[in-house]
């Protein structure tokens, strides 16, 4: 089975880092892609950033370009997202999921949802 696992989310003060991991199994993990979303209380879903786990390459939504940043370690079979310089309007929860199917760099309809965890950064 297909398992995504996110977690490192709590409470940082603005300007703060933290880092996510997302442990994946169940999946050849050098293919595919691994997105992370984030959901605000009251607003909809939206990417953050994606990776491509055959090649490396990497996408940011606008916001956080600059600020956060994916890797991968394909020996351990986890996608990180390094988020630095903290606002409050990174304040979510946030998820990580797969693409299994290859729908794009970093497709809204993902196959498989982890869990999410919680970011909250205080003023």
């Known amino acids: 089975d297909v398992q995504l696992q996110a977690s490192g989310g709590g409470l940082v003060q603005v300007g703060g880092s933290l880092r996510l991991s997302c442990a994946a199994s169940?999946?050849?993990?050098?293919?595919?892609?691994i997105g992370w979303f984030r959901q605000a209380p009251g607003k909809e879903r939206e990417g953050v950033s994606c990776i491509s786990l055959a090649n490396g390459n990497t996408y940011y939504t606008d916001s956080v370009k600059g600020r956060f940043s994916v890797s991968k370690d394909n020996a351990k079979n986890t996608v990180y997202l390094q988020m630095n310089s903290l606002k409050p309007e990174d304040t979510a929860v946030y998820y990580c999921?797969?693409?299994?199917?290859?729908?794009?760099?970093?497709?809204?309809?993902?196959?498989?949802w982890g869990e999410g965890t919680l970011v909250t950064v205080s003023s």
């Open positions: 999921a797969v693409d299994l199917v290859g729908r794009g760099k970093c497709p809204r309809n993902m196959d498989y």
């Open positions: 169940g999946f050849t993990f050098n293919e595919f892609t």
